[in-house]
């Protein structure tokens, strides 16, 4: 199956920095998407991405197919973006055989 | 509007119990899924299935059964409880097609097996 590898495992920042997370996929997808777990355990989905650039208010993402890797950009941090960044990714276009990365567990500092 | 509704949110078993984990959504989704999580592994596939009577396999089916009587449950059995299925449980639904159609997650079924 497909190896999903993110990297930091683990993110602290203070409020109002920037960053940067990074998913890599092992083979050739048609989806991936980005999820957001929030310190009670929901999970929520951010970006469906399985390829060129994306934005939503503070947070952004971009995917490069060709190479194999995506990016999530959070700017100008809160505490509510705590939590944990999971990427997923399917080889079919349709979402029923995602595979989860290990995930980015993020801490915003006030 | 629910969305994906999971019940139990807590349960304890012993080893040996059987049970079942509920999943309910009322978005007409195609497509639904379940998912453990266990620390630092992210979420692993147990089991999905693309409709009405289709189910299959995903990473970690071992001890566990489905079935899809309906578009709206898609119920997990398992069949003898042992302290390895100690884990969070999430089931999921999506629309059926190309692209980011819904995909919706249920708050979690907690299970510990003593």
């Known amino acids: 199956g497909i190896q999903v590898e993110q990297s930091p495992p683990d993110l602290i920042l203070q409020e109002g920095a920037n960053s940067t997370l990074r998913c890599n996929f092992s083979?050739?997808?048609?989806?991936l998407q980005w999820f957001h777990q929030n310190p009670w355990g929901q999970l929520i989905n951010l970006f469906y991405?399985?390829?060129g650039t994306k934005q939503n208010g503070r947070l952004s993402a971009t995917t490069v197919a060709t190479e194999r890797y995506s990016l999530l950009y959070i700017s100008s941090s809160q505490t509510t973006d705590s939590g944990v960044y999971f990427c997923?990714?399917?080889?079919?276009?349709?979402?029923?055989?995602?595979?989860f990365g290990a995930g980015t567990r993020l801490t915003v500092k006030p | 509007n629910a969305g994906v509704t999971q019940t139990p949110k807590f349960q304890v078993l012993k080893t040996g119990q059987s049970m079942t984990l509920q999943c309910a959504q009322d978005?007409?989704?195609?497509?639904m899924s379940w998912y453990r999580q266990d620390p630092g592994m992210g979420l692993r596939l147990i089991h999905y299935?693309?409709?009405?009577?289709?189910?299959d396999q995903g990473e970690v089916p071992n001890g566990y059964n489905v079935s899809r009587s309906t578009t709206e449950d898609f119920p997990l059995r398992l069949l003898s409880a042992a302290p390895s299925q100690t884990s969070v449980y999430f089931c999921?639904?999506?629309?059926?097609?190309?692209?980011?159609?819904?995909?919706?997650f249920g708050s979690g079924t907690r299970l510990t097996v003593v």
């Open positions: 999921a639904s999506s629309r059926r097609g190309q692209g980011n159609y819904g995909y919706t």
């Open positions: 997923a990714v399917a080889k079919r276009y349709n979402n029923n055989d995602m595979r």
């Open positions: 299935s693309v409709g009405a009577g289709i189910t």
């Open positions: 991405i399985p390829s």
């Open positions: 083979d050739s997808v048609n989806n």
């Open positions: 978005m007409n989704h195609e497509y």
